[in-house]
Nanobody
Framework: QVQLVESGGGSAQAGGSLRLSCAAS????????LGWFRQAPGKEREGVAAIYSRTTITHYAASVKGRFTISQDNAKNTLYLQMNSLKPEDTAMYYC???????????????????????WGQGTQVTVSS
């Protein structure tokens, strides 16, 4: 069974940086997506960034492109989200998510759509103050 455990959330000033980590365990196949999502109070969960396993194929939401970087350390089975130039609107609960085995490009798959993911972490809070 796949398990995802996030860490690294916290508080930062606007313009500051935080790095989130997600320890992934239980994956026995080589092709799947890992992603970061966030959900602010009263809003729907939205995709932030995604990466295909063991590649540098990434996807970013327009609101974070150029500020956030998703990466993975295959040796440590860990996913990261480096968040720079933080803004108050980045305040949300951040979730790590993973899919079942899938090809890198599938017409029906949307890396930013929460319902396309099968496994979820418990979330870590990020709060950015102005």
């Amino acid at each position: 069974q796949v398990q995802l455990v996030e860490s690294g959330g916290g508080s930062a000033q606007a313009g500051g940086s935080l790095r989130l980590s997600c320890a992934a365990s239980g994956y026995t196949y080589s092709g799947y997506y890992l992603g970061w999502f966030r959900q602010a109070p009263g809003k729907e969960r939205e995709g932030v960034a995604a990466i295909y396993s063991r590649t540098t194929i990434t996807h970013y939401a327009a609101s974070v492109k150029g500020r956030f970087t998703i990466s993975q350390d295959n040796a440590k089975n860990t996913l990261y989200l480096q968040m720079n130039s933080l803004k108050p609107e980045d305040t949300a609960m951040y979730y790590c998510a993973g899919t079942v085995e899938r090809d890198v490009f599938t017409a029906s798959f949307n890396p930013a759509r929460p319902s396309d993911y099968n496994y979820w972490g418990q979330g870590t809070q990020v709060t950015v103050s102005s």
